[in-house]
């Protein structure tokens, strides 16, 4: 019984043709459950107040800023909730507070969910591959069948969950739109908020809750 190898240029041929997949970017993340309510028709949100629900100010920081970053390009007026409230995480009466005294039309809520892991189960695989051999007897070659045995494995898929929702403030206060982004083995924290900023922020535009991107 032999094992099927692969040809050292038929590797490298692969790599090269993986390199530009590699460096282009590509997405882990992507929706799931996501909601908005129908009944919504006030228009676009211009002025929003970003919460990060995080008892970490390092990391409730880093997604508060994320949403900032990416909604200016929305032309939309969005402060984090650390500005207005540094040393801890505000409490409902907190926020009803400062969006009367301010003016927010909407709050856009980060919350972390806790993580799954997927496991998935590859079972092993036997192939018969055909394989010249020379007779040097008969001078000819013949071909014979050898399995091929491919060995199974187990992969696990580490998925960062975190939910967003969307509030409208003003007059009675509601939630209009709900989804969970799901990321499957992020490298950084970092990559987590920007693929899901990447992702929500154009959502919400097609759906009419934030202007069109400038």
Partial sequence: MTRKTAHPISLLALLACCIPFI????????????????????????????ISISRDPIKRRLWEDAFVSELVKYSVTATPSYALFPDSLPDTNQINDVIDRNGYDGMLIISRLRTHTQVTTVE??????????????????????????????????????????????????????????????????????DEAVGLIAPLLSKSGLLPPKQ
């Fill in 23 to 50: 460096f282009s970017g590509c997405s882990s993340s992507h929706l799931a459950s996501v909601w908005r309510d129908p009944s919504y028709n006030r228009g676009p949100l211009k002025s929003i107040v970003i």
């Fill in 124 to 193: 092993p695989s036997v192939t018969e591959i055909p394989v010249a051999v020379y007779n040097p007897w008969r001078k000819e070659y013949v071909t014979r069948y050898e399995e091929d045995v491919e060995p199974g494995y187990t992969d696990s898929t580490k998925i960062v969950r975190h939910r967003i929702e969307i509030w409208a403030a003003k007059e009675s206060s509601h939630m209009i739109w709900s989804g969970i982004c799901l990321t499957e083995d992020p490298v950084s924290s970092q990559q987590v908020h």
